[in-house]
T-cell receptor, first 114, second 113 residues
Framework: AQSVTQPDIHITVSEGASLELRCNYSYGATPYLFWYVQSPGQGLQLLLK??????LVQGIKGFEAEFKRSQSSFNLRKPSVHWSDAAEYFCAVGVGGGSYIPTFGRGTSLIVHP | DSGVTQTPKHLITATGQRVTLRCSPRSGDLSVYWYQQSLDQGLQFLIQYYNGEERAKGNILERFSAQQFPDLHSELNLSSLELGDSALYFC????????????FGPGTRLLVL
């Protein structure tokens, strides 16, 4: 079965600094990969997804992620963090076969210092 | 606002009781998903419906059941509630239940005392 590991439970960055959130997956074939964000008291919002093609994926809110098959990773990046980016970030992996249900990692909490 | 609505926002009940959570998908979306988010288990997929039919099942307990009605709204029924069922329950919807984006509702927070 597929699985996702987000090694960092918390990440603290200063506003304006760059950000990289790590995600490693386990799956035998090419997976479908997602990054979601959950703001306090809100549901999840999809930031970006990778299914195939260009391994560098652009998402909303200035986020991007890169799929690296050799490292089984799909790290999320942002060049300059804003205070409003403080939230919980979830990486997820889905498999095909007619159903694309994501399996979620445990999440990384992003704290942004002014 | 994702366009997915969930009621109620909060629910407090006692062990052994039964509750029903309701979800209205985005206009035009045929597929509905239910997820449970807890401190112990993280975010887990429970079940998916497409146009009234069950399409996929995840880690859903036998005490839990769901259905999707002809108007496409969905209900998640939780019975014989235990303390460990306390969690945030999310509903999401998508157009066809495939690779397209899932839109999440704000969730129902359930507290079992």
């Amino acid at each position: 079965a597929q699985s996702v590991t987000q090694p960092d439970i918390h990440i603290t960055v200063s506003e304006g600094a760059s950000l990289e959130l790590r995600c490693n997956y386990s799956y035998g074939a090419t997976p479908y990969l997602f990054w979601y964000v959950q703001s306090p008291g809100q549901g999840l919002q999809l930031l970006l997804k990778y299914f195939s093609g260009d391994t560098l994926v652009q998402g909303i809110k200035g986020f991007e992620a890169e799929f690296k098959r050799s490292q089984s990773s799909f790290n999320l990046r942002k060049p300059s963090v804003h205070w409003s980016d403080a939230a919980e970030y979830f990486c997820a992996v889905g498999v095909g076969g007619g159903s694309y249900i994501p399996t979620f990692g445990r999440g990384t909490s992003l704290i942004v210092h002014p | 606002d994702s366009g997915v609505t969930q009621t109620p926002k909060h629910l407090i009940t006692a062990t052994g009781q039964r509750v029903t959570l309701r979800c209205s998908p985005r206009s035009g979306d045929l597929s509905v998903y239910w997820y449970q988010q807890s401190l112990d288990q993280g975010l887990q997929f429970l079940i998916q419906y497409y146009n009234g039919e069950e399409r996929a099942k995840g880690n859903i307990l036998e005490r839990f059941s769901a259905q999707q009605f002809p108007d496409l709204h969905s209900e998640l029924n939780l019975s014989s509630l235990e303390l460990g069922d306390s969690a945030l329950y999310f509903c999401a919807s998508s157009a066809f239940g495939g690779t397209e984006t899932q839109y999440f509702g704000p969730g129902t927070r359930l507290l079992v005392l």
